[in-house]
DNA sequence: GCAAGATTAGCAATAAACTTGCGCAGATCA
DNA sequence: TGATCTGCGCAAGTTTATTGCTAATCTTGC
């Protein structure tokens, strides 16, 4: 599961763009088709490639706005946590959700079009499950997002190419 | 721009995997190739699909903690907006950056390796850039990331497929 | 109501990309 | 030194993407 130089870069290349045909992305790595092929097939058995997806532009689709959901509880158990899990995959408008440390339990983001939209999805939400204390923090806008994870940190056995 | 059912069809396929053939998205959405391959062309072209990314695991690049960093700033003009975003930029631990509303200027998603990790990083923040305030919140666990988006919005002109 | 134009579907052929089998070269180790 | 292992790359074969062309359906203006 150790990444080598030329894993990096693969994979650099592939959280841009995708659609790389693979002998270009071995041109650019400085190997062939063969071998680079395998590097790829090898991280996605081993799961550090998940998946390929297509990223949709937010305002094209009319999510255009983001919203942060802090929730705080007093039930403090698996159960009642799995429920919470449970309500919040439902809906597509929440993105991620976070168990947080702090004086916040859970923190979600949420997409919707509107200050309206947001609305109805938090009465929904409430309708669903009993939540102690919600505060929202409306972002204005997104300065960056990206789907990339910085690969600086990965385990490294070669260093030396 | 206007999104049917079946391009709504069409991209939540393609939200969930990028890598399924043409052939095969139509046939689940009741085309054949040809119409569908156009579709998802000209979906690139009007920008609603702005591309196509490889999503790896984070724990196994080794940056599966998350932290959100909250900054407020005294700065509250367009110039400084532009240096911080600059500064941000340059940073890859940082894979999302809000401007706020709220008591909360900016709001960011930081992914690193652990604590240690998250201390460097912020002394190198704060060394490039003056920050008010800033607020440190840690993920004890992801419970729910997707890059889709949802669809339940889009703007649609024929409803009656 | 009807004909011209526009839009969308489908087939078939071509082009591009992926995938596999095999052999070769360098590294490791007894 | 020789056996083994690992990783590379060439050359097929297979799958998938892409394009040109035709047919069918829907729109529009009269």
Redo the contacts between chains.
Sequence with gaps: ?A?DKIDRKI?TL??????MPVAEIGRKVGLSTTPCWRRIQKMEE?????????????A????GV?V?VSVKTNEHNDTWMRKF?GV??EF???????????D?D???RV???DIG?YDAFYKKLISKINLTDVSS???????????????????VVDDDK
Tied chains: 1, 2.
């Design positions: 599961m990444l994979l592939l959280q841009k763009d995708a659609t081993d799961g550090v490639i998940q998946r390929r997806v297509a990223v949709l532009d937010p094209k689709v009319n999510v983001t942060f899990s919040i995959d597509p408008e929440v993105v991620e959700f976070y168990r947080m440390s702090g916040v859970y923190l979600m997409v919707v079009p939209a923090a409306f972002a204005m806008g997104q300065i960056k997002y990206t789907t990339a994870l910085p690969l600086d940190f990965a385990i």
